[in-house]
């Protein structure tokens, strides 16, 4: 499971990437060229170990910048934007490959980890994070457990997506009900069924 995101703002929408592609080998192989390419970063969201967060690399680095700007750690950042994200593109990153590679101290990668540039994977292994994300997850998962449940709800644990959509968003859904829906689909959390009345959402039996 992967989003492609800006790191949007409740009220703002971007559709789960592999929904708006018919041809998910194809996406696989363009997305690989694009990270080779340093064109996108790959975030670990954190909620789930295969979920994962597909950001451009220059807006990565336009909100890192901003999210440190005029704070101690803004050397440092700068630094790791600098030597570290055109040079490699892992999801991850190990102490040795911080200090030798990168030349980074151990009070530097504490200084990323608190800028939010860095998160703990284990003891000396960190995720590339975003500052301020957390947010977003936090939303993110509430707004795909409240749409779950409102299918479990329904009858047959099934509903048109029209109606669906047509519906009040629950508080919990921040993001917006179609956000979500392309989430579920991408996700392959629900079924679509092709109906005379329109497609049709239901939950796969477990």
């Given at each position: 499971m992967r989003f492609i995101t800006?790191?949007?703002?409740?009220?703002?929408?971007?559709?789960?990437?592999?929904?708006?592609n018919s041809c998910r080998i194809s996406w696989m192989f363009f997305?690989?060229?694009?990270?080779?390419?340093g064109e996108i970063r790959i975030i670990q969201l954190g909620f789930d170990l295969d979920a994962h967060g597909i950001v451009f690399t220059e807006d990565y680095r336009t909100r890192v910048l901003k999210a440190c700007d005029g704070r101690p750690c803004a050397?440092?950042?700068?630094?790791?934007?600098a030597s570290v994200l055109p040079a490699c593109g892992d999801l991850s990153f190990?102490?040795?490959q911080m200090t030798q590679t990168y030349g980074f101290r151990d009070p530097e990668i504490t200084h990323l980890?608190?800028?939010?540039?860095?998160?703990?994977?284990?003891?000396?292994?960190?995720?590339?994070?975003?500052?301020?994300?957390?947010r977003f997850i936090k939303f993110f998962v509430k707004?795909?457990?409240?749409?779950?449940?409102m299918l479990r709800r329904a009858k047959?644990?099934?509903?048109?997506?029209s109606e669906l959509l047509g519906r009040r968003s629950p508080s919990a859904v921040r993001l917006g009900l179609a956000y979500h829906v392309h989430d579920l689909i991408g996700a392959q959390l629900v079924d679509c069924v092709p109906t005379s009345s329109g497609t049709l959402l239901r939950l796969p039996d477990t």
């Open positions: 800006q790191l949007q703002q409740p009220g703002e929408q971007t559709p789960t990437l592999y929904l708006l997305e690989k060229e694009l990270q080779e390419q050397g440092v950042v700068q630094k790791f934007l190990q102490q040795d980890v608190n800028a939010g540039v860095l998160t703990v994977r284990d003891a000396g292994s960190w995720w590339l994070a975003v500052p301020g994300a957390g707004g795909r457990q409240a749409l779950l449940s047959y644990r099934e509903l048109l997506l």
